[in-house]
Nanobody, 121 residues
Framework: QVQLVESGGGLVQPGGSLRLSCVASGSILSIHDMRWYRQAPGKERELVAYITRGESTNYADSVKGRFTISRDNAENTVYLQMNSLKPEDTAVYYC???????????????WGKGTLVTVSS
């Protein structure tokens, strides 16, 4: 019913930047909170940042001042601008959104399949 597709991952040197995108598609009536999570090898998945429909934002302490989350409600898209990247930012980054489904008006927690970010020289 609802699909989230991330893009923008890749290999970048320490200090570099990347911009992740996540597009939601399918039977969508509305999208509420949108979030970016990440999971590094051997570690648990952690919340990186989230943004409400009204565009209030919150960040993990480890990325404050370096990452910026934003969204385009008309395009059902959420972005994560990542600057001053560090090797410890290496992880698979997942998009997550709470979506109200068209026709049924039920809510669901949708996830993308992830995009790999590698920070290395």
């Amino acid at each position: 019913q609802v699909q989230l597709v991330e893009s923008g991952g890749g290999l970048v040197q320490p200090g570099g930047s990347l911009r992740l995108s996540c597009v939601a598609s399918g039977s969508i009536l509305s999208i509420h909170d949108m979030r970016w999570y990440r999971q590094a090898p051997g570690k648990e998945r952690e919340l990186v940042a989230y943004i409400t429909r009204g565009e209030s934002t919150n960040y993990a302490d480890s990325v404050k001042g370096r990452f910026t989350i934003s969204r385009d409600n008309a395009e059902n898209t959420v972005y994560l601008q990542m600057n001053s990247l560090k090797p410890e930012d290496t992880a698979v980054y997942y998009c997550n959104a709470y979506v109200v489904v068209l026709k049924t008006y039920s809510g669901m927690d949708a996830w993308g399949k992830g995009t790999l970010v590698t920070v290395s020289s």
